[in-house]
Structures are given as C-alpha cells and as structure tokens.
Nanobody, 121 residues
Framework: QVQLVESGGGLVQAGGSLRLSCSAS????????MEWHRQGPGKERELVAT???????DYADSVKGRFTIFRDNAKNTVYLQMNNLKPEDTAVYSC???????????????WGQGTQVTVSS
C-alpha cells in the first residue's frame, strides 16, 4: 500500500507565504514525477508545478516567480513554497506522484487527500 499525506495548508493574508509538503509512505520503490495541482471554487483543476526525479521544475504561468517546487528523494517528499500569495491562489491543493511500488513492474499515479489554502485580501 502506498499513501500520500499532505500538510501545510491554511489561511494567510495576501502577500504572505505558505509551504506545502507531501510525503509518500508504504511500499515505495522509486518515485518519478511529482506534481502539485489545485482546484479553486468553481474552477477546473489546474496543474501548478511539476518536478522530475532529477529536478527540472516547471510551473504554470500564473505562479511563475512566486512558487517553487522542490523534492527530497531520501524522504519521498515534495514541497511547494508559495510566496506573495494572492486571493486567486485560494484552492484545494493536491499532490500526485508517479510511484513504482516495491515489487511492482510499472509505476502508477497516486494522489494525496488535498489541503485547503485560503488567501484573504
């Protein structure tokens, strides 16, 4: 069994910062791409940031220059540092990882439960 657990969401004023984290536990052999998605009220889910196993982050235009994705492979954890937050960043943020389970033959995507980020104006 593989589980992803997120933390770090909350309420922050515009211009503030938050750091989200997402850790994988269980029968994890190797993790490939890690991603953060978000879904705001009345909006479709949006890919916010992605990072490969060896780095190479990429970002949605709406967060470039404000958000940073990074990972710690030894801890099976991905982070999203969010600076200069805006009210339009309000959403449920979810992580996903492409994971090869122990003894598995191929990787599969796993999702976290989501964490709420609310930015007040």
């Amino acid at each position: 069994q593989v589980q992803l657990v997120e933390s770090g969401g909350g309420l922050v004023q515009a211009g503030g910062s938050l750091r989200l984290s997402c850790s994988a536990s269980g029968t994890v052999s190797r993790i490939y791409d890690m991603e953060w998605h978000r879904q705001g009220p009345g909006k479709e889910r949006e890919l916010v940031a992605t990072i490969g196993r060896l780095g190479s982050p990429d970002y949605a235009d709406s967060v470039k220059g404000r958000f940073t994705i990074f990972r710690d492979n030894a801890k099976n954890t991905v982070y999203l540092q969010m600076n200069n937050l805006k009210p339009e960043d309000t959403a449920v943020y979810s992580c996903t990882m492409d994971i090869m389970p122990t003894g598995g033959r191929r990787s599969s995507p796993f999702w976290g439960q989501g964490t709420q980020v609310t930015v007040s104006s």
